[in-house]
DNA sequence: TATTGTTATACTCTATAACTATA
DNA sequence: TATAGTTATAGAGTATAACAATA
């Protein structure tokens, strides 16, 4: 357990950000777990961006691509967002032509989402960047301590 | 390692979100990740909003009480806050009263910032909800494991 | 009447440009 | 000229309310 102390002078009026005390910041969880957020989505934006993926379009192209038919209604759940707010999303997804809306057979007011060829072929460029970005991410982790992380994730959230 | 395939049932057009495939998104570090902070962030505005303090908030209180005279810039750079978006709130803050500007002698563009009295007590009342707010947003992990996504999460920081 | 999807809209958070004052 | 702080403002993300179509 590394619990370096990032600070070692005597407290002055005149601090710069190389010497501050941050220990209580550092032992606080949800704060450090808005700073790895943060790390995460600017470099999922290096790493994607010439796909034009960010990470909400592909969470939902991940969850069309392994439950085809799903409503948004589901979709939105999963993925913590307002339905109001993913629809904007599906409008600009579909109208680039990488999803598509059916209207189910059983109850009309539900709506299937498909992924389009288009729409599959881009997510599986992107899984290809998933495995090297993920990586660089962790990077000063062991493949076990990697793990690890991801299965404390998982099992502090109710999914 | 805990692993539990959230899925059983076969895919079918008909989606509900108790029957979807997420397996690709819980081995998504990223998103689990963004799930976690909303669920610190949601937590956290139960926790402490009787005394009006925000994620953001408590942690300029933190850094100020640790490092008083810490200039604006300093915290904005360790916050992860743009300068000008962080004096807003600073101006909140300094006209409710909870902390002082002061301009340094040596140089007097720079501004050193300090907690008055007022801002000082509430801080310690939030000290006070820190403790059994973390153990609740942490409550399926043991201490160790506790400790060792914290480790985990400070290592892959540049803090 | 209740539910699914949708639109419109407001609010918060975040980002950029430009200005003031000191150095 | 460069830097610290500040203001103004625009943009992205997120929230609620209300409506249409269907059950």
């Given at each position: 357990m590394s619990s370096k102390a990032l600070r070692l002078g005597a407290k002055s009026a005149q601090q710069s950000e190389t010497s501050l005390d941050l220990?209580?910041?550092q032992r606080t969880?949800?704060?450090m777990l808005r700073l790895a957020q943060l790390k995460?989505?600017?470099g999922f934006y290096e790493e994607?961006?010439?796909?034009?993926?960010?990470p909400a379009t592909y969470a939902i192209f991940v969850v069309i691509h392994d439950n085809p038919g799903v409503p948004p209604s589901s979709l939105?759940?999963?993925?913590?967002?307002?339905?109001?707010?993913?629809?904007k999303i599906l409008?600009?997804?579909?109208?680039?032509?990488?999803?598509?809306?059916?209207?189910?057979?059983?109850?009309?007011?539900?709506?299937?989402?498909?992924?389009t060829p288009k729409g599959a072929k881009l997510i599986a460029e992107g899984a290809r960047l998933t495995q090297p970005y993920n990586e660089r991410m962790l990077a000063?982790?062991?493949?076990?301590?990697?793990?690890?992380?991801?299965?404390?994730?998982?099992?502090?959230?109710?999914?």
């Open positions: 220990r209580a910041l969880p949800g704060f995460f989505f600017e994607f961006a010439a796909l034009g993926l960010t939105a759940s999963v993925l913590r967002l307002r339905l109001p707010n993913l629809i409008n600009e997804l579909e109208s680039s032509g990488f999803i598509k809306r059916n209207r189910s057979k059983s109850d009309r007011r539900a709506v299937e989402l498909m992924l000063p982790l062991s493949e076990a301590e990697q793990r690890m992380l991801l299965d404390l994730l998982n099992r502090i959230l109710p999914l």
